[in-house]
């Protein structure tokens, strides 16, 4: 593709497009990850939680063709962010003391951070390879532009879920409408969900909406039981 030509800034707003479309789940973790940090920790949190996340979607980027390739990469995926939702909603309980928050709390931050966004960096990857049609140069720029979005948009969901802590519900919400759906696009399950019948549209939408509500049901009752085990302490 010829830089600067008519298709090359066509593919550009197309992977402008799905930054921004794809990069909010993204912005989610990284709050709500780094929500229980102090707030000389949080921002801290947010930019190398960032760092973290471009390097790894970059090497992912790298070997995106060989990625397509792996068979079950998207139920995996899908499923280890079913329970990265549950944790970081179930640990909203947890009480720990302001040390161990400071020591533990920032290198568990950026721990699920990473994990949670090379999971659902998957999307992202093919998404932008998609677009680039083999332009190695509109994978860097959009690779570059993902930093800018993710960052802000982690910094203002964070404000949001200090001021109003019931939207930990939303994110992680989201975050297992995500993992739903990355197990539902599973080409080996594609018999399954993609048969084009009435009966694959309900266990498609089904199983979406009990990664939801399974997320949210079982994340909030292991944080109210927590929450009372350390107030009975």
Known sequence: MELFSAPWWSALLAIIIIDLVLAGDNAIVIALAARKLPPNLQKKAIIWGT??????????????????????????????????AYKLLADTGDEGGHDDVQVNGFWGAMKTIIIADALMGIDNVLGVAGAAQGSFDLVVIGLLI??????????????????????????????????GKMIVNEQLLSDIFKAGNSTSTIL?????????VGVLLVGNAKAKKAKAAAEAH
Not at 156 to 171: A, C, H, Q
């Open 51 to 84: 760092v973290g996340a471009i390097a790894v979607r970059s090497a992912m980027t790298l070997v995106v063709v060989w990625l397509l390739k792996i068979p079950g990469l998207m139920l995996i995926g899908g499923l280890g962010l079913v329970w990265i």
């Open 146 to 179: 993902s930093i800018p979005i993710v960052v802000l948009g982690s910094t203002v969901v964070l404000k949001i879920v200090e001021r109003f802590p019931i939207v930990i519900n939303l994110g992680a919400a989201v975050l297992a409408f995500t993992a």
């Open 204 to 212: 498609y939408w089904g199983v979406i909406i009990i990664a939801i």
